[in-house]
T-cell receptor
Framework: DGGITQSPKYLFRKEGQNVTLSCEQN?????MYWYRQDPGQGLRLIYY???????QKGDIAEGYSVSREKKESFPLTVTSAQKNPTAFYLC?????????????FGEGSRLTVL | QKEVEQDPGPLSVPEGAIVSLNCTYS??????FMWYRQYSRKGPELLMY????GNKEDGRFTAQVDKSSKYISLFIRDSQPSDSATYLC???????????FGSGTRLQVQP
């Protein structure tokens, strides 16, 4: 089945450590997005990529890094510079054939910093 | 001030009730409007999509957009316990790269 796979589902990290969240899609979509979700704050855009080898900062990119070396993969690294990394991280790709903004989300990765 | 405002709830209703969920927004350029449903510890799933003003109905769900008031609504008829989830509104305009989300309203339908 076509879709988005995020891993790991749950992750614990000690302060000062970098951690990489995986996002893989088999939908053959060019665009991919990373959102962060905190309780009561909705979803906020971290980074997005419209095409391989290109990505742009979103609204809250500080303390995060990404790469887009393959069309199907868009990993997110949460660095030690991110002040409050505990959150639910969601990867997404456009769900329609038209550029109307609809997104299809993965199941998410919950990161907890101990 | 946030571009999109949404009451966080929680909203608790008895099974069979009509539920009304709402969002207001400040950017008059928004023209594509969506409602997502998110179950606990899961990714959001698209529920309804509307372009510009008007109504759209899909089964028990109706989405309304009033661009003159910058106000969108989602109505759920004959609500079921399985409708218990967080509902997120989202919107965008041509040329924007990503959606702007509301903070979500948590709905609980009591059996």
């Amino acid at each position: 089945d076509g879709g988005i796979t995020q891993s790991p589902k749950y992750l614990f990290r000690k302060e000062g450590q970098n951690v990489t969240l995986s996002c893989e899609q088999n939908l053959n979509h060019d665009a991919m997005y990373w959102y962060r979700q905190d309780p009561g704050q909705g979803l906020r855009l971290i980074y997005y990529s419209q095409i391989v080898n290109d990505f742009q900062k979103g609204d809250i990119a500080e303390g995060y890094s990404v790469s887009r070396e393959k069309k199907e993969s868009f990993p997110l690294t949460v660095t030690s510079a991110q002040k409050n990394p505990t959150a639910f991280y969601l990867c997404a790709t456009p769900s329609g054939t038209t550029n109307t903004g609809e997104l299809f989300f993965g199941e998410g990765s919950r990161l907890t910093v101990l | 001030q946030k571009e999109v405002e949404q009451d966080p709830g929680p909203l608790s209703v008895p099974e069979g009730a009509i539920v009304s969920l709402n969002c207001t927004y400040s950017n008059s350029a928004f023209q594509y409007f969506m409602w997502y449903r998110q179950y606990s510890r899961k990714g959001p799933e698209l529920l309804m999509y509307t372009y510009s003003s008007g109504n759209k109905e899909d089964g028990r769900f109706t989405a309304q957009v009033d661009k003159s008031s910058k106000y969108i609504s989602l109505f759920i008829r004959d609500s079921q316990p399985s409708d218990s989830a967080t509902y997120l509104c989202a919107m965008t305009t041509t040329g924007r790269r990503a959606l702007t989300f509301g903070s979500g309203t948590r709905l609980q339908v009591q059996p």
